[in-house]
Nanobody, 127 residues
């Protein structure tokens, strides 16, 4: 069993930066995909960054490519999302999530479809 707890959200100005953290309680497997999933106002869920533990492969949504970086510290059971040059469109509740196995899920699946997910941390982008 896995528990995921996010932290690090807050209020930033456009162009600012935040680093989100996800504390993982439980086993991170050698063939897991880990994700940062966000839900903005009036939108569904979408993962913005994904990390494959077997190969350290990373994938990013088009709107955050080049601005966000996902990383995993396996020794500390911590996952991070470094967010730079934040835009108003990035305002959302950000969740960390995990799926078992080698398949990268579609970007817009419901949060409850993931094997495990956290309750999220809110990111607000405002002047």
């Amino acid at each position: 069993q896995v528990q995921l707890v996010e932290s690090g959200g807050g209020l930033v100005q456009p162009g600012g930066s935040l680093r989100l953290s996800c504390a993982v309680s439980g086993h991170i497997g050698q063939t897991d995909w880990m994700y940062w999933v966000r839900q903005g106002p009036g939108t569904g869920f979408e993962w913005v960054a994904a990390f494959y533990t077997k190969t350290n492969t990373t994938n990013y949504g088009d709107f955050v490519k080049g601005r966000f970086t996902i990383s995993l510290d396996k020794a500390k059971n911590m996952m991070y999302l470094q967010m730079n040059r934040l835009q108003s469109e990035d305002a959302a509740v950000y969740h960390c999530a995990l799926t078992r196995g080698p398949t990268l899920v579609r970007r817009t699946i419901p949060l409850a479809t993931y094997s495990y997910w956290g309750q999220g941390t809110q990111v607000t982008v405002s002047p």
